[in-house]
C-alpha cells in the first residue's frame, strides 16, 4: 500500500489519518489530535482551531482545546548512505526511513509540536530547524523526498556535530541501518544523552539483511565500498544470521543502559509500528 502512494505527503497524511483512527479504536486516551473539550472563540485564537460544524448548529464560535498544546522540539535524523538503498521487495530502506519521517512530522506537526529535519551519509546533508507551523510540514516533506542515496556512512561524527548543534531539550529520532561501527555510534548516541536529550533509535533493516534468504551461489557487492564476493549462501548462512542479530542484540543492551529507546523495523513493517513507539515515549514525556 505505502509504496503504490503518489506522494511523500498523501503517504503522510494517509499512514498518520489511519493512525489516529486506529487510536480513537484503542483503549488510549489523551491523543492530543482529540480535543479535550470546546471554549468560546477569543481575539487571537487561531481561525483553524474553530469547530465551523458546531458553529452550523448553534450560530457561536468556539475553539477546540487540546489535551496538549505542547512545546516538544523534535530533531528527526536520517541515514540517507549508499547502504540504505538495498531492497528485497517493493520498498528500500532509504524511501522506508524516508515514509517513516515524513508520517512522524505530520503527526507531531499535527500535534503542534516542532519538527525538524536532519539528512546525512559521511556529512550533514540537510538540516532544517523545528518549527511547528502548518507551512513547515511542506519544507519537511520536500527535503524527505530523496530519490537517491548519498555517499557512504559516517554516523558518529554527524551525531556529534547535531548533539553540539542542538542546543534546547527535546527529543532526537535517528533512523538508520546502523552500518557502521556500533562502538562508534553509541559514542554519538551517548552525546545526546550526556546533553540531556530523549533518544528514539529506529533500525530499519530489510527483511532479507536478517533472513539471508538466498538459495544459489550468489555474487554479494558492498553498496559503498564496492567489495565483493561470490560465495554459497548456505555456508555463511548461520554466522552471518548469527552477526545481525548479535548487532541488534549489543543496541538494545546499549540503548537499555543509556536510556535511549531502541526499535528494531524492517521494510515490510507497518508504519504504525514507528508512529506507536513514538506515541508512547511522547505520552511519557508529557
Keep these: 500500500m505505502v509504496a503504490m502512494l503518489d506522494s511523500i505527503s498523501m ?8 493512525y489516529i483512527i486506529g487510536q480513537h479504536r484503542s483503549p488510549y486516551h489523551g491523543f492530543s489530535v482529540e480535543f479535550a473539550e470546546h471554549r468560546s472563540y477569543e481575539p487571537g485564537d487561531e481561525v483553524r482551531h474553530i469547530d465551523w460544524k458546531l458553529y452550523g448548529k448553534t450560530n457561536r464560535l468556539y475553539v477546540k482545546r487540546y489535551e496538549e498544546e505542547t512545546n516538544l522540539r523534535a530533531h528527526l535524523i536520517l541515514d540517507t548512505s549508499k547502504s540504505m538503498a538495498y531492497t528485497s521487495g517493493a520498498v528500500s530502506k532509504l524511501q522506508y526511513g524516508s515514509y517513516l519521517l515524513a508520517a512522524l512530522s505530520y503527526l507531531m506537526i499535527s ?6 529535519v536532519v539528512l546525512f551519509d559521511e556529512s550533514i546533508r540537510s538540516f532544517i530547524p ?25 554516523i558518529e561524527p554527524v551525531l556529534h556535530e547535531m548533539a553540539e548543534r542542538i542546543t534546547k531539550r527535546g527529543l532526537v529520532i535517528i533512523i538508520s541501518d546502523l552500518f557502521d561501527d556500533p562502538n562508534n555510534i553509541m559514542n554519538g548516541l551517548k552525546h545526546f544523552r550526556h546533553s540531556k536529550q530523549e533518544v528514539i533509535l529506529f533500525h530499519i533493516l530489510d527483511r ?9 551461489r ?15 549462501p548456505w555456508h555463511v548462512k548461520n554466522d552471518y544470521k548469527n552477526l545481525i542479530k548479535g548487532l541488534q542484540n549489543y543496541y538494545k543492551s546499549e540503548c537499555r543502559l543509556n536510556l535511549i529507546d531502541y526499535v528494531p523495523l524492517f521494510t515490510d513493517d507497518s508504519l504504525d509500528k514507528g508512529l506507536n513507539e513514538y506515541f508512547n515515549k511522547r505520552q511519557k514525556l508529557g
Excluded at 500535534?111 to 525538524?116: I, T
Excluded at 532479507?208 to 544459489?216: A, I, M, Q, R, S
Design 111 to 116: 500535534q503542534q509540536d516542532a519538527a525538524g
Design 218 to 232: 550468489t555474487k554479494f557487492v558492498d553498496m559503498e565500498s564496492g567489495e565483493e564476493i561470490t560465495t554459497d
Design 208 to 216: 532479507n539483511e536478517l533472513e539471508f534468504d538466498f538459495n544459489t
Design 130 to 154: 523545528p518549527k511547528s507551523t502548518p507551512s513547515h510540514l511542506n519544507s519537511l516533506l520536500n527535503v524527505l523526498d530523496v530519490e537517491s542515496p548519498g555517499a557512504d556512512t559516517k
Design 11 to 18: 503517504r503522510a497524511k494517509m499512514v498518520v489519518e489511519g
